[in-house]
């Protein structure tokens, strides 16, 4: 075998698939040794790191609980608070009733007019500095 | 009259003896799990989940646990049975967008295993394990679970058959596809 180990001959040989003829070739070719040997490394550190990543997210998983992402439940209660106070804004106030009844009341039991109480206050003040 | 084996005395209820203590079970095997659920579902509450279901559903099952096979191998069955559901699931997806933990892509190259090598080297190293992480997001499940087990879990053939229920020619087929598939995304300079 004199020609080089093409790509794909060289990720079947990663994966496990392989023959006497590419284990002679790869003993007497540098090149492709070489070029077998770097694409193992990377594989190698690849999963190194792999291996370390996930070990450092496992502790970090215990030590804090999950982020839950903060926007969703505060733009929940706003939209709760804008609702609620539209809702409250409608409803008509509780006292207008009795304040209109006490204005009634309060019509009827005048003796005279309301425009004209302004003089009926002018007469009992004159009636009040006027001596005995 | 049939002659009796010895494993005829032996109560099911008995757990095999490669199982023994279920506590210590869990935390020597624990990591391996949780981190092959987080490689191939890159997403920690999905992999926890995994690894918790995996380590119930394996102390459900311990009294049939029959030692064919090692418990490390049976658990990893397990688990990636869980991964391809959790994989499947869509209410998983949905939640995935409510939750933020799925995990940073470029956090992977952070750790290099090579603290003495030149800068240009680590940096290169970095920029391809991107590359491979990126390309691995990509492959079919059966791949990345293939692939996973075998480099990240430092598993040989066999045992990822046992664990994959995939025959050892089925491994080298998908192992070989996810291979090749990911040093082509780096190119010709690996």
Redesign the interface.
Do not use: G, M, N
């Given at each position: 075998m004199s020609e080089h180990l093409s790509s794909e001959q060289i990720s079947h040989w990663i994966a496990g698939e392989r023959d006497t003829r590419q284990a002679r070739h790869l003993r007497e070719c540098a090149e492709c040794s070489a070029e077998l040997g770097r694409a193992e490394s990377f594989f190698a550190a690849l999963g190194a790191s792999l291996r370390h990543w996930g070990d450092q997210h496992m502790g970090v998983n215990y030590a804090r609980p999950p982020r839950v992402r903060l926007w969703i439940p505060i733009a929940a209660a706003l939209s709760l608070a804008v609702v609620f106070t539209a809702i409250y804004d409608q409803r008509p106030p509780r006292h207008s009733d009795d304040a209109l009844l006490d204005h009634i009341d309060a019509a009827l039991s005048r003796s005279l007019p309301e425009s004209i109480e302004p003089l009926t206050r002018l007469l009992s003040d004159r009636s009040e500095t006027r001596e005995p | 009259m049939k002659p009796v084996s010895a494993s005829t005395f032996i109560p099911a209820a008995v757990d095999h003896p490669q199982i023994g203590d279920f506590d210590a079970l869990v935390r020597l095997h624990w990591?391996r799990v949780?981190?092959?659920a987080?490689?191939a579902l890159r997403d920690?509450?999905a992999?926890?989940t995994v690894a918790q279901d995996c380590f119930v559903r394996a102390h459900r099952a311990r009294s049939t646990f029959r030692g064919d096979s090692s418990v490390q191998t049976w658990l990893m069955r397990i688990a990636v049975n869980l991964v391809r559901d959790a994989a499947r699931n869509r209410r998983l997806q949905f939640w995935k967008h409510?939750?933020?933990?799925s995990?940073a892509p470029d956090?992977?190259?952070?750790?290099?295993?090579?603290p003495e090598a030149s800068p240009e080297s680590k940096a290169l190293?970095k920029e391809?394990?991107q590359i491979?992480?990126t390309a691995a997001a990509a492959l079919s499940a059966k791949q990345r679970i293939v692939f996973?087990l075998r480099?990240?879990e430092?598993m040989d053939?066999l045992e990822i058959a046992a664990a994959t229920g995939m025959s050892e020619g089925a491994?080298?087929v998908h192992?070989?596809r996810?291979?090749?598939s990911v040093?082509?995304k780096?190119g010709n300079r690996?």
């Open positions: - | 990591p949780y981190r092959f987080l490689a920690r509450d992999a926890e409510l939750r933020d933990t995990l956090a992977v190259s952070d750790w290099l295993p090579d190293l391809h394990i491979a992480w996973l480099f990240v430092d053939l491994v080298k192992l070989f996810a291979v090749h040093r082509k780096i690996l």
